[in-house]
């Protein structure tokens, strides 16, 4: 009796592709298994290399990763190929592979992964969209928080750079806003062309202002209208610049340029995120500029310290389409004063007025940084917080209900104001965003509700 | 104090061996995508005797300190570039022969462009300026292909092989401590290797070519699908006054596939 033919039939038959190759990846000797799989037979197989039944991205790995390892290790375990068959079609498998012997043949077992490579796939691809989604949720809560907390134009732009430098891994990146006389100011960052750039020459800047779009110029436009440019680029080895206007309603801010090192093939989601960016940036400009001037305002009349109507409507807009990003819940407050108008009919609008002076210092002590105070009319106040829920949204409003509730300067007893708070909060989900109108009003139902309860309280409402 | 802290970081951040004959001439060894310092284990030998033998390796591969990443620097050969330059300048290293296998060869280009004088010889193994092919420029592959490697580097780094390890038959009589050692030598951070993937096969680095102005010697290996003969020939074409040799050993390693053959042939051609 003889085993040796069941146990050449197993190899022969074996339920994987078995191959001895040599150590430059020859093949010596094949099962019928795998050159079934490949749709080949042995004479033919027998004497090609092995890479050249991988398809490229494989034989790159292959040749990279699989090969040293394996001369290093002595062996490669449930590496993860794609070979080719004959007709052309992608096989995928999973190989192990050891080195034997003193001419350090290969001896390798081929799993037939097919399944396997179509889950993974799938897998894969909901990988790599859950990790650029997770990057931007991350790169926006992180720009956006910064942006609100920012006081200070070099903050934002600070705060912009670190956003895009993390954002689009580009190897220089520069923020620069524009001045009184239309130069480009360096804010953050570097500007890698600085000194090597002719005063008259074009600006690519200037036309994503204009035409309000990210204009990107690399080394390959030679025949476009920046040639300096170019020549600049080329001089410091860069491939390109990506420049991205900052604007707010039509008004040029400065541009946010990222400077590259090599070709680069820029996604929607790319396009997404820089816009998204750059219009966070430019908003927070437009706000600290507008405290500035409040500020500045506020020192001729103390009243008018407070962002107005139009200012609040902006401030709520902004607050939607940030929240929207952000997945981050805006509260909307909106206060009106419970027995304001008998202190004005009985003690005259002097009185009235320094009650409104009180009352504004009184909801700006109570407020968070970055939170926007404003005077919507008569004895009515908002407040915009973004980042906010109900639990951050009711403490803010009861800080201020309880500040305000306190005896005034200058107003005899029993006199006193209250606020009546209504409360709307938007969180950010399947419904349709509301618009900066929609909310307020939602805020002053609320308010009604608080002062039809009773006055003195506050009242939420969620759209 | 400075300098020499400065000096500490950039060895260890790079994990810089030094040995051989401290009096030789400096010969710097700088290893491709994939693996790590280790591919020069077989080739160092030759030539520890009369040279002064530096080996590290690229951020994110190898010893190197994955902290140091920075992916807008390392977003190009510049950055790669930058690093060696450093190190050449700490270990205060003049006349270097610089052997780079694979993209290290190209990060040696891109270096002694910007500062011939710390080279006295560049020594190119398998390089390849562009890998993909442009209007009637061959690199041998098309976006897809690297698409393709991309896929191949993520379906391995999954760690699959842990959750599939029982369902295949395994080579039980191997130990274990192999997968250890190539842990530790071939370690690589799988985000980083695949921006290094990216940086290494999307690069076009063909005009640095003709601004070389170090003597330079391109091995060419046979039978190379990463760099083929047609990229050895346009690399020497683009490098004025340098030497092509072919090597008769096969694949994209010749450190690995055929060391002896790599040594003699980078002694003989050193000027």
Known sequence: ???????????????????????????????DTITEWLGTDRAAFVGSRLPDHLDAGSRLFYETRHMPVL??????????????????????VLVNSTVRGDAGDVHTAIFDASERAEYERALLESRRLAESSEIRVRVLQASSGAFVSSTTEEQICGALLAAASEAFSATATGVFLLDDEGEYVLMAGVHPLDGLLPKSAPRASDAALVEDKTITVSVRDVDGPYTALVAALEAQRLDSVSIIPLLRSGVPIGVLACFFAREHDFDTQFADLQAALSRQAAQAIVRVRLQNELERLALHDQLIGLANRSVIQDTVGWGIERALLTHRPLAVLFLDLDGFKGINDQLGHAAGDSVLVQVSDRIRAGVRTGDTVGRYGGDEFVVVCEDADREAAASIARRIRE??????????????????????????????????????????????????AGKDRVAFLHH | MTTQAAATDVLLRNNVHVLGNPA?????????F???????RAVVPYFVRDYRVVLFDHVGAGGSDTSAYDRGKYDSLDGYARDLLE????????????????VSAMIGVVASVDDPSRFGQLVLVGPSPRYVDQGAYRGGFTQTDIDGLLDSLDANYL????????????????????????GLFCATDPMIARHFARVTFLSDNRRDLARVTVPTVVLQCSDDVIAPAVVGDYVHDQIAGSTLVTLTSTGHTPSLSDPDELAAVIRANIA
């Open chain 1, 71 to 92: 001369a290093l290790q002595g062996e490669v375990r449930e590496v993860s190929l794609t070979m080719l068959r004959t007709d052309g079609t992608a096989l995928a």
């Open chain 2, 24 to 32: 030789g001439r400096p010969l710097v060894f700088a290893h491709g």
């Open chain 2, 159 to 182: 760690g699959w092989s842990a959750a599939m390890a029982p369902v295949i038959a395994g080579n039980a009589d191997r130990p274990e401590v192999g997968a250890e050692l190539t």
């Open chain 1, 1 to 31: 009796m003889t085993l040796v033919a069941p146990f050449e039939e197993l190899y022969r038959q074996a339920p994987c592709g078995l191959i001895v190759a040599d150590a430059d990846g020859v093949v010596l000797e094949a099962n």
């Open chain 2, 34 to 40: 994939g693996c790590s310092q280790e591919i020069w």
């Open chain 2, 87 to 102: 190190i050449l300048a700490v270990l205060d290293l003049t006349d270097v022969v610089f052997v780079g296998h694979s």
């Open chain 1, 403 to 452: 500040a305000v509730a306190a005896r005034l300067d200058g107003i005899p007893d029993p006199l006193r104001v209250t606020a009546s708070v209504g409360v709307a909060i938007y969180l950010p989900g399947d419904l349709v965003e509301p618009t900066n109108d929609e909310l307020l009003s939602l805020a002053d139902s609320a308010m009604y509700l608080a002062k039809s």
